[in-house]
């Protein structure tokens, strides 16, 4: 018993040794891993959120297309389909 005491002495301090040698700078390095991951998914998500944006005033401007002008395109579709006459041209 007094031996496995002895040897727990000495191991104890030995193993904080080791650890701060090795695993410190092994946990510096990973969290600075982390970080660099960290700030490349938010640059990714800044690039996803523009061209989201970018899509969403497409979609605002065709909406706004549709709804503004859709009585004349209603009208040209409806030229095209009784066949012979020229649908009139949208001015924009």
Do not use: C
Request: hydrophobic share 50%; glycine share 6%.
């Amino acid at each position: 018993m007094e031996n496995l005491f002895a040897i727990l002495v000495v191991l104890i301090p030995i193993l904080g040794i080791i650890g701060g040698v090795f695993l410190k700078p092994w946990l510096t390095l990973r969290e600075k891993q982390l970080a660099t991951e960290a700030s490349m998914v938010a640059e990714k998500a800044a690039q996803y959120a523009a061209q989201t944006e970018k899509l969403e005033q497409r979609v605002r401007v065709l909406e706004r297309i549709i709804t503004d002008r859709g009585l004349a395109l209603s009208n040209e579709i409806d030229a095209l389909r009784i066949g012979g006459e020229a649908p009139a041209r949208i001015e924009h």
